[in-house]
């Protein structure tokens, strides 16, 4: 099976919690209604970096200004085999809006744990909550 290359981005903000961004993937599409971060597929020749900023301005018309990688993991579906490259986002130029008709929201710690996730987001997720702490 060929491995799919994905470039996602953890947006981060403190409010009285620490926040991230999530967007519900779209029907019709792989896992649908399930709360993912923002990204998409790596085309050819380009860069994950590149990648992720042109997926933030399609699906959120906003750019990405400061991140940095936070962890890279590969992970097959039943249906289709992805390696995903997940980026921390500290900074961006705009509000994000659902581009594409999804619905998004900015959760913190707590919220995050109780959304329906892909299955490769899961470990990431557990990172995430010790990165930033639990609330
Ligand atoms: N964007 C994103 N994709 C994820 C995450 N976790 C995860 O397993 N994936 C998987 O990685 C793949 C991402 O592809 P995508 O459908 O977002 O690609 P795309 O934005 O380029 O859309 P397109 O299919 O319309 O070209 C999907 O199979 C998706 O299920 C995540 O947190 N964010
Ligand atoms: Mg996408």
């Given at each position: 099976m060929k491995t799919i290359e994905i470039a996602v981005g953890i947006a981060i903000r403190?409010?009285?919690s620490m926040e991230v961004l999530v967007a519900q993937r779209l029907q019709g599409s792989?896992?649908?209604g399930s709360?993912?971060?923002p990204g998409g597929k790596i085309d050819s020749g380009e860069s994950p970096e590149s990648a992720l900023v042109r997926e933030f301005s399609e699906?959120?018309?906003?750019k990405p200004t400061h991140?940095?990688?936070f962890t890279q993991i590969d992970h097959r579906y039943p249906e289709r085999e992805v390696s995903l490259s997940f980026y921390l986002v500290t900074q961006l130029d705009g509000e994000p809006v659902g581009a594409e008709g999804q619905r998004i929201a900015w959760v913190n710690m707590a919220e995050l744990?109780?959304?329906d996730?892909?299955?490769a987001n899961q470990p990431i997720i557990e990172k995430l909550q010790a990165y930033l702490g639990r609330d």
């Open positions: 403190e409010t009285d792989h896992l649908a709360w993912e971060f699906e959120l018309a906003v991140f940095e990688m744990a109780e959304l996730v892909p299955a």
